[in-house]
């Protein structure tokens, strides 16, 4: 059988197989890699190339480049702020290394921005709800990530309700992919994602890594970030630099669940844990 395939740019990713997607953050704030990208306001590409090169050698096939927090109460961002962060990230990863950069961003300049400067995939927490961005990413040709999110990140942990978390995630997704078809993006070329911490509680969070085969039936790929998460931290009692065997499980979860891109901050060890998961979850016996 042929070998399925995503185009991301230039680069081919197989769909047969879970993908680790490496964390690279870009902004003064970020919570468990607080700026260290960023000197006295400009980007340090010399520590983010060896950063991004050390993520490849590990088993990264993606790099997620980020220029907004989105913690919850963070400060927004300007678009200039953004594109300064983002846009020589993306130029100098794309010529130094052979790895997809993802884009994360809400902004329909960046990401006409960052697709000229060579990534591979558009990935907006806010689903392209923002004016003009369904449009821009449609026209950058790319695939892109749709993440569900209940409120603004200002306010969204300030107690987040559902009826059914899981069939509520699931139709607001479905009904963003389906204002992407109908902007004209391929449907091959969608992600889908629930957005953990993004708007819920502990309870909701654990529902949707328990109940994440039930998104993987709308038929697109799934992309699933609790690296470090507090949702970890809840159950473990860990602080953010302690939750690294806590994200080792929910990588495993999302894997035997249906995942395919796993987004963490720590590839080493994401990627023993995934390739162990998907030589369990490929013996089936048949
Ligand atoms: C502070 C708090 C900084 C939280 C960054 C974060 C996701 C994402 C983020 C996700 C997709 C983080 C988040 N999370 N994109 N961007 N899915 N697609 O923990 O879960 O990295 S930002």
């Keep these: 059988m042929a070998e399925r395939v995503i185009q991301f740019g230039r680069h081919p990713l197989s769909l047969d197989r879970p993908q680790v997607m490496g964390i690279l953050n870009v902004t003064p704030d970020s919570f468990s890699d607080g700026g260290q990208l960023l ?15 050390a993520m490849v ?7 997620d480049v980020g220029g907004e927090s989105t913690r919850p ?7 200039q702020q953004e594109l300064d962060r983002v846009v020589p990230a993306v130029e100098i990863i794309a010529s130094e290394l052979d790895v997809v950069i993802s884009v994360d961003s809400s902004s329909p ?12 995939m558009l990935n907006d927490v806010r689903a392209l709800e923002r004016d003009g961005a369904v449009q821009a990413a449609a026209e950058t040709g ?31 997704l479905k009904a963003r992919a ?20 993004f708007g819920k509680t502990l309870q909701h969070n654990l529902q949707l890594l328990n109940r994440l085969s039930q998104l993987a039936r709308l038929g697109y790929p799934l992309l699933v970030g609790a690296s470090r998460k507090s949702m970890i931290g809840q159950v473990l009692n860990r602080t953010v630099d302690e939750r690294l065997y806590g994200s080792l499980a929910t990588a495993v979860l999302a ?7 796993i987004r963490v901050h720590d590839v080493a060890a994401t990627c023993d844990a995934v390739n162990m998961a998907v030589a369990v979850v490929n013996e089936t016996g048949e």
């Design 142 to 172: 790319l695939p892109i990530c749709l993440m569900h999110m209940q409120g603004q990140p200002d306010s969204m942990q300030n107690d987040p309700r559902y009826f059914d978390v899981m069939s509520e995630v699931a139709d607001y």
């Design 255 to 261: 894997v035997a669940n249906g995942a395919w891109v």
């Design 73 to 79: 109460g963070a400060e927004s961002v300007s678009v």
């Design 39 to 53: 000197q006295g306001g400009g980007l340090d590409c010399q520590s983010l190339l060896r950063r991004a090169e």
């Design 178 to 197: 389906d204002v992407c078809i109908d902007a004209g993006v391929d449907r091959s070329r969608i992600l889908l994602d629930p957005g953990f911490g």
């Design 109 to 120: 300049q960046v990401m006409t921005e960052a697709a000229k400067a060579g990534c591979g």
């Design 57 to 63: 050698t590990a088993g990264a096939t993606i790099l």
